[in-house]
């Protein structure tokens, strides 16, 4: 085993890549309820922006065939340059393969759609041409079926693409809860994206901690008394 992939991730040592999260992409997204694939998909990309990780986002054909990219992730990165491309691998595109080596970062963090096509092609290419490491975020991708996502998700495997959860990616990012400076915004991200888990902080915060809620409410009104049953 490569002794590179032993290191875990670190906001110094990864780069992400988003490939065509846009509309008609997302349509033919059968392996992942699609609105959890864009909660994710976002979670990751304001993961990237408490972290400071230097973030390409590419599309394919927009104006003929897929439509823009999410405006919740284009919001998270309003400064961003959309990298467009005719390829469906996006490591054919030279302005992709310039930002990548510019990020000067051998970790490629990918999350993108199709799995078994934009994905998969790309990580075969970068790995090969590029010597990246390909680190494949499965929870913020799909694919046309879970067969296709599944199979894809084991061919890059079997070659060494590291599989990953979007929310595996933030804590292994933030690593100690003793760093305070990203601290306040992890658990942020978590109480908006995270779903049962951002529960149990908001219920470990105000039943244990007693602090108070995060959202403002009217007064809550105590239950009525039993009525008192006839004799």
Wanted: proline letters at 5%.
């Amino acid at each position: 085993m490569s002794t590179e992939k032993l290191q875990v991730l670190t906001p110094q040592n990864s780069q992400l890549i988003f490939i065509d999260h846009q509309p008609q992409m997302a349509f033919g997204v059968q392996s992942i309820d699609r609105q959890t694939l864009k909660n994710n998909t976002v979670g990751l990309a304001k993961a990237a922006k408490i972290f400071d990780i230097p973030t390409t986002i590419t599309t394919v054909e927009t104006e003929s065939f897929s439509g823009h990219t999410y405006p919740e992730l284009l919001s998270v990165f309003p400064e961003h340059p959309l990298l467009e491309r005719t390829s469906m691998n996006s490591w054919d595109d030279q302005k992709v393969r310039d930002a990548l080596a510019q990020n000067g970062r051998k970790k490629v963090i990918v999350s993108g759609l199709w799995t078994e096509v934009c994905n998969t092609t790309f990580a075969l290419s970068a790995m090969l041409e590029g010597g990246y490491e390909i680190y494949m975020v499965a929870d913020a991708s799909g694919g046309t079926s879970v067969d296709a996502h599944n199979y894809a998700m084991d061919r890059m495997v079997q070659v060494g693409v590291v599989p990953m959860t979007w929310q595996q990616v933030l804590l292994e990012w933030q690593r100690d809860w003793a760093h305070r400076d990203t601290y306040d915004a992890v658990i942020d991200l978590v109480k908006e994206h995270s779903g049962a888990y951002g529960m149990g902080v908001d219920y470990a915060y105000t039943m244990v901690h007693k602090a108070p809620e995060r959202v403002e409410h009217g007064p809550t009104i105590d239950p009525a008394p039993a009525p008192i049953a006839a004799e």
